[in-house]
C-alpha cells in the first residue's frame, strides 16, 4: 500500500482528501502545516507528498525547499496544491523542486491521476536501477576477488546493503527491528563516509564498485566483526 502525506492547513479539505484516497487503497498521513510536514516525512517517510503552499509557520514553498536539502527527500514525488494559479507561482513551484502543481479548487479525479502519475514514474525509476544491479550482477562471478571493504559500523553495513535494494526506512527499520529515525541516522552516517550526497548516489556507487543486493547465496560481511 503506498503512503501519501497530505499537508494543509483546511482541515475539511485533508479529511475530504484522506477519505477519497482511503477508498482507493493509499495509506495517508496528514499535517496542517510545513513544520509538521516535516516532522510526520522524518518519522515516516511516503512515497508521496501533496502540500498546499499558503500555511501557518512554515509555508509550502518552504516545506519543499527543507524537503529538498533532504536526503531522503530528493526524489520523493512531490505535488502543490495551491489557489495561487499565476503563471509566476506555478513556475516558482517547479523551480524550487515540485514536481507537478494543481490549482484550486480542482477535481479529485485529476488529483488522483497526478499521484498515480508520479508514483509510476518513481516505480520506472527503481525498475531501471533494480535492472543495472542485475545486469551488474550477472557478468561478477562467484570467484571474483573480494569487495573493498566498506568503512562503515555493522549496522550501518545493514543498513548499506538494505537502501540499495530500493527499500525505504520504514522498510528497513521494520527488517531490522530499529525505528526509522535511527535508520535515518545510520544512512546520514554512511553517506557521509562515503562523500556522497543521496540515496540515488549510493545505489550508483554500489552499482559502480560491484556491490550486489544480497541473495540467498550472498555471504554478507560477519555482523560481529
Not at 502545516?33 to 499558503?54: K, M, Y
Not at 525509476?125 to 545486469?135: A, D, K, N, P
Request: net charge negative.
Amino acid at each position: 500500500m503506498k503512503k501519501i502525506l497530505i499537508v494543509d492547513d483546511d482541515t475539511a479539505l485533508r479529511t475530504a482528501l484522506i477519505r477519497y484516497l482511503e477508498k482507493r487503497s493509499y495509506s495517508v498521513r496528514q499535517a496542517a502545516s510545513g513544520l509538521e510536514g516535516l516532522a510526520q516525512f522524518e518519522e515516516d517517510q511516503p512515497d508521496l507528498v501533496v502540500s498546499d503552499v499558503i500555511m501557518p509557520e512554515m509555508d509550502g514553498l518552504e516545506f519543499c525547499r527543507r524537503l529538498r536539502s533532504l536526503r531522503t527527500g530528493q526524489l520523493v514525488p512531490f505535488i502543490f496544491l495551491s489557489s495561487r494559479s499565476e503563471v509566476e507561482d506555478r513556475v516558482q513551484g517547479h523551480l524550487i523542486g515540485a514536481d507537478d502543481y494543481l490549482i484550486k479548487p480542482f477535481e479529485p479525479r485529476e488529483l488522483l491521476a497526478k499521484i498515480e502519475a508520479q508514483l509510476e514514474r518513481s516505480r520506472r525509476m527503481h525498475s531501471e536501477i533494480v535492472r543495472l544491479m542485475q545486469q551488474s550482477g550477472a557478468v561478477v562471478e562467484p570467484a571474483a576477488p573480494a569487495l573493498t571493504p566498506l568503512p562503515l559500523t555493522p549496522a550501518e553495513e545493514k543498513v548499506f546493503w538494505e537502501v540499495i535494494q530500493g527499500h525505504t526506512n520504514k522498510q528497513i527499520g521494520d527488517h531490522l527491528f530499529v525505528s526509522p529515525r535511527t535508520v535515518q541516522t545510520h544512512l546520514s552516517n554512511i553517506l557521509s563516509k562515503l562523500h556522497l550526497e543521496n540515496r540515488s548516489q549510493l545505489v550508483r556507487y554500489a552499482f559502480e564498485k560491484g556491490y550486489r543486493p544480497p541473495t540467498p547465496e550472498t555471504v554478507l560481511p560477519d555482523e560481529s566483526a
